[in-house]
Structure formats: structure tokens, C-alpha cells
């Protein structure tokens, strides 16, 4: 057996749920339980079933603890949907019984830690399309069991004593730029050096030894006569006169452009705009 197979869904007692040993995910309990109450139990847990009336969770374990975390009995929580008071989607404001509905399925040791591990990590791979999240977002009057906050206190709430990515704090990183591959490593750092040796005063292997055209054209020396390209011209055509800088920049950028493409449309969407406060 080297796959999971379907058995039955169940409505199965927590009592008799064992959360997976090790679980190396830590979920936000919270987030789920009030999604539970707002939302009800969409989607079932897998568990698998490892003798009769005893089950260990492979997926779903912070949502068992959510309905731990209700607890039995009615919990006198409602929810607000727009106008409406609505009960709560765990126990309907019922005596009720801690149970979760689970899909049973039968697998190997093996499988069941791999069913655990994919499950975990699956969401983590996943990145999100913002202007879509935004535009869902927008189109609810709440964000009640959404998993998602409207901000709340921000910007004001920074806790400038914590360090970054510490509760209470927020942190924006700002990259600049795309990573580069290794040629345009190699480009880069050769103009770097070459800039650094032209720095160095001369005899200090500055000067003489930096590759980068100087102000010189023409040299006459013992009867031989050299002459060189207008470095003036090197650069007004976008290069460097370094081999592997302008083999770069020749493949990036064929046509010599001076700047980056752009683009305008009458048809293209507008930017959304935040404006605070
Ligand atoms: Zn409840």
C-alpha cells in the first residue's frame, strides 16, 4: 500500500482523534475558529484510521484544535453578518458534542507523514495575486472568517521597542531591483574592480593596470604608433570597452536602449489608490 485510500466521511468524536505525532506546522488556532463559527466546517479533516474508534489526524490538526478550543456545549457566541445575528457555525447555539467530520482513509506509516508534511507546506509554496486579494477583500462588507484584518490599528500601533517581526510589529522589506544571474555577477564585478583600480593612485596598481579606456587615442612609442578607439565614443554608444561588461549589456539590451520599455494604454486598468488618512 503505498498510497491513501478513501474509506468513508464520518462525523467522528474528538476523543477519538490523536493529533499527529510531531506535527511540525504551528496554525493559527484563532484565525480558524472564528472562521469555523462564521463559516461553519467546510472542509473535513483527513485522518487516518490506525485501529477501530482511533484515528490520527493527518491534515486539519489546528482544526481540531479550534474545536477543542470551543469546547462542548453551547458556546453563546454569534456572529455578525452584515445586519444579521447569526448563531455560531460550530454549535448553532446547541448542547453539542466535540466532533469534527473527517475523511477516513487507510495508508502506511510512510504515506501518512507525507500526507502531513504536503499538506503543511502546499499553502506555504503558494503566493498570492494581490490586486485579485484586494479585489475579493473589497467586495465584502466584513472580514469576519476571512482569516484576513482590516489593518486595525495600523499605522500607529508599531511597537518601536520590539524588534522587527516581533508581535506587535510590522515590517515592510522593500527589494529593489530583479536577482541577477551569474553572467551579469561576473559583468558587474569586473566594471566594479576595474572602477576600483582606476581609483588606486598610480604605482599602487591603479592606473596602469585598470582596463577601462582612458582619455587616450593615439600613443607613438619607440616608432610604433598605436591607435585606439574614442573612448568618448565607447561610452555614448552605452559601453564600457570591457569585454565581458559589454558581451553582458550586448545581450540584455541588443538595441542599446537608454531606458526601460514602457507602455500606455487607454484600456489598462488604473492603479487602486489608497490614500491615508
Ligand atoms: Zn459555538
Known sequence: MTQATYVRTDTIPLAQLTPFPGNAKRGDVGAILSSLARNGQYRALVVREVEPDRYVVLAGNHTTQALAAHGPGDCGMTVKAGDEERPCGVCGNQPWEPAARCEVVHCDDDTATRINLVDNRASDLGTYDEQALADLIGGLDDLGGTGWTDGECWPTCQDMAEPEGAPGTWTVTYRWGLPLDEAAIAAVSELTCQLI?????????????????????????????????????????????????DLWLSTVNPHRLASPSRVFSPDLKRPRVTTWP
Open 197 to 245: 583600480l582606476a581609483c588606486l593612485p598610480p604605482g599602487t596598481k591603479g592606473c596602469g593596470e585598470c582596463r577601462l579606456p582612458g582619455n587616450v587615442t593615439r600613443v607613438v612609442r619607440r616608432g610604433v604608433e598605436i591607435e585606439m578607439a574614442d573612448p568618448t565614443l565607447i561610452f555614448g554608444e552605452g559601453r564600457t570597452g570591457l569585454p565581458l561588461v
